[in-house]
């Protein structure tokens, strides 16, 4: 039961004030204050809150000067205000406060045995602790310590409130000691609370337990943060955790040690790395900004943590959304905290640290002049006698040296940063613990000012400061790897100016110490992995160097975890484009053989596209026969990740009530924490060891990779270039010694300069052709020019890197009686990797050679017309397109459906089509490529884009028995660079539109490398639909159609049309003729 209704009118109407109805007046209204106090505190109604003050202020104005309940009277008016200045901030209800209990502890002091001296001296040492939090005053903390520890002294230890004063007593101190760094005030909060902490255990269900317990907590959490001391912080939350189980859920502070408790969650996160830690810390200070009212002072501070959080969640994970999270969060901590109030120094600070996180992710200026002037105020306002001046100082220089570094190049930024850093340091006790990340940014900023002015004193002196800490970071701690890779870094730059041996082996010895730290995060470690093997690369040490390369390949799934947003594994994976080509170089040097450098290459390239084809594909169907149960929770789990993926793709960020937190990106974590127990659980059963894992020295079905024609894998690296011909029989490796990555770059520059212009690509067919495809198809025995029958040889090629760009299946001399080309040799198809091709085959058992009736239909997408592209941007034969598809889909007894060109419309038809022609523009996105897009009518506002595609599920839907409709088996791209990525450091994972399709769970795309001509498209597309109609719906027929096609065009063997404007092609001449049309059509399938 609440509080009774209250008549507070009828209840004080009597104001006679003589002898005993004076008691009797003056305890009316204090019982109706408490009444209405408390009812305050069940239902939040200030209008409570402001009458109980009201009645007291009455009885304080009653009693005359010298009455005993004067004091108890002045002492609940005091804290009635402060309670209101919690609530609402109102620093006049705080001063006043302070006031009218200065007055009740003057008198006090004048009747030294009055019962309410000590319960005065409290609440005033409470409210100048208040003040003291609001204006930073250090004679207000002061004066709040000695007046407490008074009150401590007043009351016997037995008194029922003597427990809550030194309760206070030891926050005041760790506050004072947050001013001061006083470690003598510390140690004594940690005696005084574990004073109280003892009492009260012994005092059945005392209401103080859960206050008595959080500050210990508190207390020697703040010790670890100086000391390092990990029994200080396991202690900490161990106590912490206590505190949240045991105090009731209405209870007053519980948001406050829920807080608390994230709060030393994450502050072991950054000790040990454990991401169970951090994923804990964030929802318990979510739970506690929840249940906060919004417009509580206190719950900036809340805010403020859970930014902190989220951001060191984006750094470890590369979430994008924890990261604009946090910064929305943090500005808000900030925008409602009042000016003067001392926290806000920290809020700003933390906005811009959050600012200049994204402008190293994503780039933005803006960002990073934001942070740097947050970070300049911040340090302006902050007295230099404050714990915080010296972290001011840090964070300024280090987004001064990020300034030149990335944009500037300005000495000025670096001079100023160096000297801001070395401040940091010199103000900073030596045995401190942010000595170490001081000195570690000290270090970068010193060896970027080495490569501006090639000074080799900064350089020297970089090397010596970090060398000392990698030496004083626990072996444990998580930031060692980031220390040791700094100082490897630093000797290799001295290595490259002085080729002294004695720095290539300390850059070394730092690289593969910082590789071993096996609790860093593994970017962190692939990235030294790498650093320490290309050094040992260099010096000839193929064994080493492919050990850890191997170990490293492993690693590199664990950078795309279902949990995370496609655009974010990109982001982490950018990092380590070549490496897995790398890999398989050294591991050929290392005597490894063929089959152990293809597996790494399987297993470092194409890693989303590979997570999703394991996560949807037909793998699943054995799973559930014999374990139907495991089955239905993986796919329980698996398609809510994906769902909550979506959502979260859709860039809502809730910020509602803070902390709302957008509870999607906290449950993304825990539902992939149950969806990697669930295959642990699957792979604990027999047969199943192996489920979704792909293992270096395992077996992979090469046999039936290679079943309708040999797989020619081509890798480049800096340090060999070779072709995996992998056959029905065998698997062989073939040098190609005249190949090297230089000129592949040089190369793919050269079709990327020509955008419209005409270029000689005569030489670069040519080279194509001596280089690599007439070595591989002479090793295959295909040197014989082929006919126009049905019996043409048929090669699948996985080109990597940047050879990805360029026309393996038109390399040649096509010159008139020409052998030496591949179109007249074989018919081609590209595939992303082995695994995607063996993929596509296992989920289409079986060639369909006429759809059901009634099943499926055609989608044809001709855009004619695109809005607001100019006019010779028209494509006219988009109409002839429309009348061969529809000619071939009554052929074949399949329905046309033409629906409006938008996004929406076209993914709903596209669910249930056998076939999807699109016939329009295309763009490509230049560093994101999941961002490349069709368009159509509303591509300015809703494009259709890789990602939309990429995450459609028409292969899951059909194998797994949701649809009735056939598999989609054709999807035509006509349109420019369909089956192109442009993001160089995203090659490997074949992000387009054609992979899109595939993923999406088409077995055959057809697509384009540049742009190409709008009437020839309509030429091949003629030619391809002719040769399904002719041979029927069959995997064969759609790549001997194209196949067909591109000769065709090539030898000049259609009529040309020239009625209508083509779309413009890259003019790509061949000997003397301006034939370029058939050369962009590409085949990915089976």
């Not at 720095?503 to 860093?520: E, F, I, M, R, T």
Request: glycine share 6%; charged share 20%; net charge negative.
């Amino acid at each position: 039961m609440g509080p009774p209704n209250i008549d507070t009118e009828t209840a004080v109407s009597l104001d006679s004030r003589n002898g005993q109805e004076l008691d009797n007046f003056v305890s009316t209204l204090t019982k109706l204050s408490f009444t209405l106090e408390a009812r305050f505190q069940q239902n939040g109604s200030m209008e409570d809150l402001n009458r109980a003050i009201e009645m007291t202020e009455r009885a304080v104005e009653a009693i005359p000067q010298g009455n005993n309940k004067l004091i108890g009277c002045l002492n609940n008016l005091g804290i009635l205000l402060k309670t209101r200045f919690l609530r609402a901030g109102s620093m006049d209800d705080l001063n006043r406060a302070i006031e009218i209990t200065t007055r009740a502890f003057k008198i006090t002091l004048q009747v030294p045995t009055h019962p309410h001296r000590a319960p005065c001296w409290n609440t005033l040492g409470g409210l100048l602790e208040s003040r003291f939090q609001q204006t930073g005053l250090i004679a207000d903390i002061n004066g709040a310590i000695k007046l407490t520890d008074m009150a401590v002294n007043a009351a016997p230890q037995g008194h029922p409130d003597w427990i809550s004063y030194l309760d206070n007593l030891g926050n005041q101190l760790v506050h004072r000691f947050n001013r001061t760094g006083s470690m003598r005030d510390l140690d004594r909060a940690i005696e005084v609370a574990n004073r109280a902490v003892d009492f009260v255990m012994h005092t059945q269900n005392h209401p103080s337990q859960a206050s008595c317990l959080n500050n210990l907590a508190n207390s020697l959490g703040t010790r670890f943060q100086q000391t390092a001391s990990i029994e200080d912080l396991n202690r900490a939350i161990e106590i912490a955790n206590i505190t949240v189980k045991t105090i009731p859920q209405d209870h007053k502070d519980r948001a406050a040690c829920l807080n608390d408790y994230g709060c030393w969650l994450g502050t072991r996160f950054q000790r040990t790395g454990s991401m169970v830690d951090l994923n804990d810390a964030i929802k318990i200070i979510g739970m506690a900004t929840e249940i906060m009212p919004q417009d509580y002072l206190a719950r900036a501070s809340r805010l403020s943590n859970l930014a902190i959080l989220l951001g060191e969640r984006s750094k470890r994970t590369g979430s994008i959304d924890d990261l604009t999270r946090a910064i929305k969060i943090a500005d808000t901590a900030a925008k409602t905290t009042p000016q003067g109030h001392p926290s806000r120094t920290d809020y700003l600070a933390n906005h811009g640290a959050w600012l200049g996180e994204r402008f190293l992710r994503a780039g933005l200026m803006e960002d990073l002049d934001r942070a740097i002037e947050l970070a300049d105020m911040v340090l302006k306002i902050t007295p230099q006698d404050h714990l915080n001046f010296a972290p001011s100082l840090n964070n300024l220089g280090w987004w001064l040296g990020i300034r030149s570094s990335y944009i500037t190049s300005s000495i000025k930024d670096l001079d100023r940063a160096v000297g801001l850093m070395d401040q940091a340091i010199k103000i900073t006790p030596q045995d401190h613990p942010s000595q170490l990340i001081y000195r570690h940014n000290l270090g970068k900023v010193l060896g970027d000012r080495f490569k501006r002015t090639g000074s080799l004193d900064d350089l020297t002196r970089a090397i010596g400061i970090v060398d000392v800490i990698t030496k004083i970071t626990p072996k444990d701690h998580p930031n060692l790897a980031l220390h040791l890779n700094n100082l490897g870094d630093q000797f290799w730059a001295r290595y490259q100016l002085t080729k002294s041996m004695g720095d290539l082996d300390n850059a070394l010895s730092s690289y593969k110490k910082g590789w071993n730290c096996n609790n860093s995060p593994p970017s962190t470690r692939i990235h030294l992995g790498r650093q320490a093997a290309l050094i040992f690369a260099l010096q000839q040490n193929w064994e080493d160097s492919n050990s850890i390369l191997e170990e490293a390949i492993k690693l590199l799934p664990t950078l795309s975890p279902m949990s995370l947003k496609h655009t974010d594994k990109q982001f982490m994976l950018a990092e380590f484009a070549g490496v897995a080509s790398i890999a398989a170089a050294v591991s050929l040097n290392a005597g490894k053989g063929a089959h152990h450098a293809l597996q790494l290459l399987e297993l470092g390239r194409g890693i989303i596209a590979n997570l999703l084809m394991e996560t949807r594909g037909g793998v699943i169907s054995e799973l559930k026969q014999k374990h139907p149960a495991l089955a239905d929770e993986f796919i329980s789990l698996r398609d809510l990740l994906d769902s909550l993926i979506d959502v979260m793709a859709g860039g809502l960020i809730s910020m509602g009530g803070a902390a709302s937190t957008a509870p999607q990106t906290h449950q993304r974590f825990e539902l992939e924490q149950k969806f990697n127990k669930v295959i642990t659980e699957i792979r604990a059963q027999p047969g199943f060891q192996s489920f979704l894992l792909q293992q270096i020295g395992t077996d992979i079905d090469w046999r039936y990779a290679a079943s309708h024609g040999p797989v020619v894998i081509i890798n480049i690296s800096l340090f060999r270039c070779d072709a995996f011909l992998v056959e029905h029989q065998q698997i062989r490796l073939l040098e190609l010694p005249n190949l090297t990555l230089e000129e592949v770059e040089k190369q793919v520059q050269g079709v990327q300069s020509c955008s419209g212009a005409s270029v000689n690509t005569d030489a670069m067919l040519k080279w194509l052709w001596d280089t690599i495809c007439c070595p591989v198809l002479d090793t295959l025995d295909l040197k014989d020019r082929i006919s126009d029958g049905k019996n043409w040889p048929h090669v699948w090629w996985i080109p990597t890197g940047l050879l990805s760009q360029l026309p393996l299946h038109a390399a040649g001399y096509h010159e008139e009686g020409s052998t030496n080309t591949v179109l007249d040799r074989v018919m081609s198809s590209y595939t992303l990797s082995i695994n995607t091709l063996i993929h596509a085959r296992r989920n289409h058992t079986q060639d369909s050679t006429s759809p059901r009736p009634g099943v499926g239909h055609a989608l044809l997408v001709a855009m004619k017309h695109t809005p607001d592209l100019p006019t010779n941007q028209i494509l006219p034969f988009v109409e002839d397109l429309t009348k061969i598809l529809k000619e071939f889909c009554l052929s074949f007894g399949l329905n046309s459906i033409t629906p409006t060109p938008q996004k929406d419309e076209v993914l709903k038809h596209l669910r249930n089509c056998r076939i999807f022609h699109f016939a329009g523009h295309g763009s490509s996105h230049p560093t994101d490529p999941s961002q490349t897009y069709l368009l159509l009518n509303d591509w300015k506002t809703n494009p259709l884009t890789v990602g939309d595609i990429r995450d459609c599920k028409f292969q899951q839907d059909w194998s797994g028995g949701k649809t009735d409709q056939d598999p989609p088996f054709l999807s035509f791209l006509s349109a420019c660079r369909t089956s192109t990525n442009e993001a160089e450091k995203l090659v490997d994972e074949g992000i387009h539109l054609v992979s899109a399709f595939q993923l999406a769970g088409f077995r055959h795309v057809i697509g384009t490398l540049w742009e190409v001509s709008d009437k020839h498209s309509a030429d091949v597309a003629r030619i391809l639909y002719k040769t399904i109609q002719d041979e029927g719906l069959t995997d064969l027929a759609v790549c001997r159609g194209l196949h067909r096609a591109m000769r065709a065009l090539r030898d000049e063997r259609i009529e040309e049309d020239t009625e209508g404007q083509a779309r413009n092609a890259k003019v790509l001449k061949i000997g003397d003729l301006e034939n370029y049309h058939w050369i962009p059509y590409v085949h990915f399938g089976v």
